[in-house]
């Protein structure tokens, strides 16, 4: 099971780090995903990272904002948010996967979400 955590009510431009914490091990085959759902709208792939090598994904309204990074040593999933807007503004997941995937349903392993508001 992931925990996500970190949330937060920030202002435009400010940043924010969430956590993604891992209740047991994390294989190397495995990719963590962080996903985000504003209200009204589907779950939005945010970013990922495959255990073993490190490679990194971002979603294309991310990339150049957002870095996700990962502790093996605290089995954690990092998601660095910088020059937040208010349309990041979501409930934030992360789940774990086998492939380098940015659907949703290859992720499973859910946990509660981390809310993040972005006032303008």
């Known amino acids: 099971q992931l925990q996500a955590s970190g949330g937060g009510l920030v202002q435009s431009g400010d940043s924010l780090t969430l956590s993604c914490a891992a209740s047991?091990?994390?294989?190397?085959?495995?990719?963590v995903g962080w996903f985000r759902q504003a209200p009204g709208k589907e779950r939005e792939f945010v970013a990922a990272i495959r255990w073993g090598s490190g490679i990194k994904y971002y979603g294309d309204t991310v990339r150049g904002r957002f870095t996700i990074s990962k502790n093996s040593a605290e089995n954690t999933v990092y998601l660095q948010m910088n020059s937040l807007k208010p349309d990041d503004a979501a409930v934030y997941y992360c789940?774990?996967?086998?492939?380098?995937?940015?659907?949703?349903?290859?992720?499973?392993?859910w946990g509660q979400g981390t809310q993040v508001t972005v006032s303008s």
């Open positions: 789940g774990r996967g086998t492939q380098a995937s940015t659907t949703e349903r290859d992720y499973n392993s």
């Open positions: 047991g091990r994390i294989y190397s085959s495995w990719v």
